[in-house]
């Protein structure tokens, strides 16, 4: 079995009592039209402290609006402009009530937008002002203030780049969603848990043995996953932060390459326990155990469609792997990839359009490709730069992360969903497999 290919077979990180408070009702601005839109052009600068307050930390102020614009270029729906350290933020003199950008400067430089930044430290209290101005009137559209522990600053900057995500399209943002992934620590395989940017890494398990399959809720607020702790391949779930851990599938023989069904009530996964690997349903307690594929050919890998009717799925029935489509309660199954020797991993996008897969080449080489669910559009999204494995898609459908050897070792790597701007996420030291991209991301759920 290749390492990056398996489904063929309490650090709570500061998020401590951010308090909001909002300034304005949302409007959106912009609207985003199907096909894309122009890049919004949006002015960024550093953050500067709150009238009165006494942080003196150099470089604060910088590294939170650095934090900022890494997140609205990564939503792709962003352009920040300029040399904005060098922009004017405030004009001179007058009273806090005159401070108010100038509008002009950020004009000339075509931005359309600006977020205002203030923030002030007291201690391990950290106080943060998000401010979201529209620059050819001059006008604010909106503003947050969030208050929590220090250590929580990449979150309180992440919800301020949400924010303006929405005020300004609609649309929720992705900058506080996570992704799990798997590692290998002294020889084991354990899983991580990562902010989506590659920040904040945290182990989750210390199983000192093979972990498997990481699957979000539909929430964000449990995983699935298979263990070999206890010798077989077992499916347990738990809290995002590793807590409550418990046994959920343990039937002796493969319980692996779970799916959680998108309104919350049914898991998929793959079991051996009848001698052949086949797909199942279950209730998310374990309970109401009901076959779904009966078939000599090893079935895997389940996904389900957004709207929780259908699920997809590998199978070798045909001689080799391809992606299939079956109804959830396993009837009109039928084939959607045809070119190529070897399809595996289906991830079905949030929109329901698409499906992405991993393909492997006559060259031996793995790349990631999408196709419709007709099985016509099939496009090649990776190429010529070693394996890439393992799609899975934003909440968003806007991007999608995946494991690459291409520098080497297996790593994080995120591209726009039709293929561009690929960028390295996480380089773990022993390598990093498996990425799966949690829902919008709420801890208290």
Same mark, same amino acid.
């Given at each position: 079995?290749?390492?990056?290919?398996?489904?063929?077979?309490?650090?709570?990180?500061?998020?401590?009592?951010?308090?909001?408070?909002?300034?304005?009702?949302?409007?959106v601005?912009?609207?985003?039209?199907?096909?894309?839109?122009?890049?919004?052009?949006?002015?960024?600068?550093?953050?500067?402290?709150?009238?009165?307050s006494?942080?003196?930390?150099?470089?604060?102020?910088?590294?939170?609006?650095?934090i900022?614009?890494?997140?609205?270029?990564?939503s792709?729906?962003?352009?920040?402009?300029?040399?904005?350290?060098?922009?004017?933020?405030?004009?001179?003199?007058?009273?806090?009530?005159?401070?108010?950008?100038?509008?002009?400067?950020?004009?000339?430089?075509?931005?359309?937008?600006?977020?205002?930044?203030?923030?002030?430290?007291?201690?391990?209290?950290?106080?943060?002002?998000c401010?979201?101005?529209?620059?050819?009137?001059?006008?604010?559209?909106?503003?947050?203030?969030?208050?929590g522990?220090?250590?929580?600053?990449?979150?309180?900057?992440?919800?301020?780049?949400?924010?303006?995500?929405?005020?300004l399209?609609?649309?929720?943002?992705?900058?506080?969603?996570?992704?799990?992934?798997?590692?290998?620590?002294?020889?084991?395989?354990?899983?991580?848990?990562?902010?989506?940017?590659?920040?904040?890494?945290?182990?989750?398990?210390?199983?000192?043995?093979?972990?498997?399959?990481?699957a979000?809720?539909?929430?964000?607020?449990?995983?699935?996953f298979?263990?070999?702790?206890?010798?077989?391949?077992?499916?347990?779930?738990?809290?995002?932060?590793?807590?409550?851990r418990?046994?959920l599938a343990?039937?002796?023989?493969?319980?692996?390459?779970?799916?959680?069904?998108?309104?919350g009530?049914r898991?998929?996964?793959?079991?051996?326990?009848?001698?052949?690997?086949?797909?199942?349903?279950?209730?998310r307690?374990?309970?109401?155990?009901?076959?779904?594929?009966?078939?000599?050919?090893i079935d895997?890998?389940?996904? @389900? +469609?957004?709207? &929780? *009717?259908? $699920? !997809? %799925?590998? #199978?070798? /029935?045909?001689?080799?792997? =391809?992606?299939?489509?079956?109804?959830?309660?396993?009837?009109r199954?039928r084939?959607?990839?045809?070119?190529?020797?070897?399809?595996?991993?289906?991830?079905?996008?949030?929109?329901?359009?698409y499906?992405?897969?991993?393909?492997?080449?006559?060259?031996?080489?793995?790349n990631?490709y999408?196709?419709?669910?007709?099985?016509?559009?099939?496009r090649?999204?990776?190429?010529?730069?070693?394996?890439?494995?393992?799609?899975? @898609? +934003?909440?968003d &459908? *806007?991007? $999608? !992360? %995946?494991? #690459?050897? /291409?520098?080497?070792?297996? =790593?994080?790597?995120?591209?726009?969903?039709?293929?561009t701007?690929?960028?390295?996420?996480?380089?773990?030291?022993?390598?990093?497999?498996?990425?799966?991209?949690?829902?919008?991301?709420?801890?208290?759920?």
């Open positions: 079995m290749r390492s990056g290919l398996p489904s063929f077979i309490t650090l709570i990180i500061a998020l401590l009592g951010l308090g909001i408070v909002t300034t304005q009702g949302a409007e601005y912009l609207h985003i039209q199907k096909g894309g839109m122009s890049k919004i052009r949006i002015a960024a600068p550093p953050f500067t402290p709150l009238a009165g006494p942080t003196t930390e150099n470089g604060l102020g910088g590294e939170m609006a650095t900022l614009r890494q997140d609205l270029r990564f792709t729906l962003f352009q920040p402009i300029g040399d904005l350290s060098a922009q004017p933020q405030d004009p001179p003199g007058g009273g806090e009530g005159s401070k108010r950008p100038v509008f002009a400067a950020w004009d000339r430089q075509g931005a359309q937008f600006l977020v205002q930044g203030k923030y002030e430290r007291r201690g391990k209290t950290l106080v943060m002002e401010r979201i101005y529209e620059v050819p009137q001059g006008r604010m559209i909106g503003g947050k203030r969030y208050r522990h220090f250590l929580a600053l990449r979150t309180m900057v992440h919800k301020c780049a949400d924010e303006v995500v929405y005020r399209t609609g649309e929720a943002g992705i900058a506080q969603t996570k992704i799990v992934f798997l590692s290998p620590v002294q020889g084991h395989k354990e899983l991580f848990i990562m902010d989506y940017d590659g920040a904040n890494v945290y182990q989750l398990t210390y199983d000192r043995s093979l972990v498997l399959t990481p979000w809720s539909p929430l964000g607020s449990e995983l699935l298979t263990s070999y702790r206890e010798g077989n391949p077992s499916l347990y779930v738990m809290r995002w932060n590793g807590t409550k418990r046994p343990t039937y002796p023989g493969l319980n692996t390459a779970p799916a959680w069904s998108p309104d009530e898991i998929a996964l793959v079991l051996s326990k009848d001698g052949n690997a086949e797909i199942y349903t279950m209730r307690d374990g309970t109401g155990l009901r076959r779904l594929t009966t078939h000599p050919a895997s890998a389940p996904t @389900w +469609s957004p709207d &929780g *009717r259908q $699920i !997809a %799925f590998t #199978s070798d /029935r045909s001689g080799s792997p =391809q992606i299939y489509i079956m109804e959830a309660d396993g009837t199954v084939r959607v990839t045809y070119e190529g020797t070897f399809n595996d991993l289906p991830a079905w996008s949030p929109a329901g359009e499906i992405a897969y991993t393909g492997r080449e006559e060259s031996g080489e793995f990631i999408t196709i419709r669910v007709d099985g016509t559009g099939r090649r999204l990776t190429a010529q730069s070693g394996d890439n494995e393992h799609p899975t @898609w +934003s909440p &459908g *806007r991007l $999608i !992360a %995946f494991a #690459s050897t /291409r520098n080497g070792v297996s =790593q994080i790597f995120a591209m726009n969903a039709d293929g701007n690929q960028r390295l996420i996480l380089a773990p030291p022993g390598g990093g497999f498996s990425p799966a991209w949690s829902p919008r991301f709420s801890p208290r759920r």
